[in-house]
């Protein structure tokens, strides 16, 4: 089965503060993928990674970075939290060459 | 980017109706999947169609890859109060490499007991 966790379900950050996400697969995924959700926004990719050490824009990066040293982890690193980046955050990955991706459970963040 | 288009936002149903569902897009798509996601949990995958014209069941979930290759749909037969979530289909474009999907932003689904 695979298993994709996240390190927290819900976090309470304040506005100026540096929040990291992890995300962790134990599948050897290549992929790894870091969305945002929001009601009547659906998913938006954030970043994506093939590869240790690569990572490329998604449709929304502006205010995020990410990390990958691993394989298995992949970080997403708000530098200074605002409150336009309260969400839920998804991590996401996959084969390289396969068609679907596996789910983390998601971290609910709230930054006040 | 390319949108994934499901409508409506929200559907109601009674317990032991069937629902179908569709998700279409302008563009051609080489990959369709279904992913359900309940409330406070990750979206997780229900069914992955790889060809047009397919039809694939898991349960009393069918789904099936439009011809056009621009759409989709899900159905969900005898419905129970467990189905209640979102209901999300994602697509891969030719050529999108490294698994990047595009997702519809969702049907929220509610069964009446």
């Known amino acids: 089965d695979v298993k994709v966790t996240q390190s927290s379900r819900y976090l309470v950050k304040r506005t100026g503060e540096k929040v990291f996400l992890e995300c962790v697969q134990d599948?050897?995924?290549?992929?790894m993928f870091w969305y945002r959700q929001d009601p009547g926004l659906g998913l938006r990719l954030i970043y994506f990674s093939y590869d240790v050490k690569m990572k490329e824009k998604g449709d929304i990066p502006e205010g995020y970075s990410v990390s990958r040293e691993k394989k298995e982890r992949f970080s997403l690193i708000l530098e200074s939290a605002s409150t336009n980046q309260t969400s839920m955050y998804l991590c996401?990955?996959?084969?390289?060459?396969?068609?679907?991706?596996?789910f983390g459970p998601g971290t609910r963040l709230l930054v006040l | 980017g390319q949108q994934l288009n499901q409508s409506p936002q929200s559907m109601f149903i009674q317990e032991g109706e069937d629902v179908s569902m569709n998700c279409t897009s302008s563009s051609i798509f080489n990959t369709w999947l279904w992913y359900k996601q309940e409330p406070g949990e990750g979206p997780v995958l229900l069914i992955a169609?790889?060809?047009?014209?397919e039809l694939t069941s898991n349960g009393r979930l069918t789904a099936q890859f439009g011809i056009t290759r621009k759409d989709s749909f899900l159905n969900i037969s005898a419905s129970i109060p467990s189905d209640v979530g979102i209901y999300f289909c994602a697509g891969q474009l030719p050529f999108g490499g490294n698994s990047k999907l595009t997702f519809g932003k969702g049907i929220t689904l509610s069964v009446r007991p």
């Open positions: 996401a990955s996959s084969f390289t060459g396969q068609r679907t991706q596996y």
């Open positions: 169609l790889y060809k047009a014209g």
């Open positions: 599948m050897d995924h290549e992929n």
